[in-house]
Nanobody
Framework: QVQLVESGGGLVQAGGSLRLSCAASGSIFSINAMAWYRQSPGKQRELVAA???????NYVDSVKGRFTISRDNAKNTVYLQMNSLKPEDTAVYYCNAGVTYYSGSLLPFMIYWGKGTLVTVSS
């Protein structure tokens, strides 16, 4: 049906930058909101940033002014530009998307998740 594949994670020093990408592929009719979540060891998964199909965005307070979410609708891809990274940003980052997909004569809707990409920020 639909797959989300993240890329761009890695190890970076505090104050550095990374850009995450998440590409959706498969039998896609349309994609509604797309988002990035993160989960650190021992903590619950939290919403980092989200963007609607029209480009409206929202962010968790801890990343406002440092992270920027964007999307390329033609490529079914969402990005997360992360600047001024802090050790507390260390987590597995997951992509999330609400997708309407082709299924025979139907157009069902489902929330999809990627498998995650690890971001490690060293102090």
């Amino acid at each position: 049906q639909v797959q989300l594949v993240e890329s761009g994670g890695g190890l970076v020093q505090a104050g550095g930058s990374l850009r995450l990408s998440c590409a959706a592929s498969g039998s896609i009719f349309s994609i509604n909101a797309m988002a990035w979540y993160r989960q650190s060891p021992g903590k619950q998964r939290e919403l980092v940033a989200a963007i609607t199909s029209g480009g409206s965005t929202n962010y968790v307070d801890s990343v406002k002014g440092r992270f920027t979410i964007s999307r390329d609708n033609a490529k079914n891809t969402v990005y997360l530009q992360m600047n001024s990274l802090k050790p507390e940003d260390t987590a597995v980052y997951y992509c999330n998307a609400g997708v309407t997909y082709y299924s025979g004569s139907l157009l069902p809707f489902m929330i999809y998740w990627g498998k995650g990409t690890l971001v490690t920020v060293s102090s």
